[in-house]
Nanobody
Framework: QVQLVESGGGLVQPGGSLRLSCAAS????????MRWYRQAPGKGRELVAG????????NYADSVKGRFTISRDNDKKTAYLQMNSLKPEDTAVYYC??????????WGQGTQVTVSS
């Protein structure tokens, strides 16, 4: 059974930091590209960051470049999103996503991030 379980969300003040985790099981994590998406109230889901299966390449949305860092630990089957210098506009539900080498697409249940004073 495939599972992606996000954790680490919460309420943080502007300028603060959070680290999201995505624990994977049920598929070959080390052969899967991982991505983080987010969806703010009333808006569509947008790609925030992605990392290749081996972790050698990353990409970011312009809105988070220089503030967010995606990483992964294939031994722990976990992907991370370090979020620094958070802004109110970063408030959203953050979703972990996996794209396997077989072309399967999996989603986590999401974790809420709220940036507010």
């Amino acid at each position: 059974q495939v599972q992606l379980v996000e954790s680490g969300g919460g309420l943080v003040q502007p300028g603060g930091s959070l680290r999201l985790s995505c624990a994977a099981s049920g598929f070959t994590f080390s052969r899967s590209a991982m991505r983080w998406y987010r969806q703010a109230p009333g808006k569509g889901r947008e790609l925030v960051a992605g990392i290749t299966a081996a972790g050698g390449s990353t990409n970011y949305a312009d809105s988070v470049k220089g503030r967010f860092t995606i990483s992964r630990d294939n031994d722990k089957k976990t992907a991370y999103l370090q979020m620094n210098s958070l802004k109110p506009e970063d408030t959203a539900v953050y979703y972990c996503n996996a794209l396997t080498d077989w072309g399967n697409f999996y989603w986590g249940q999401g974790t809420q991030v709220t940036v507010s004073s």
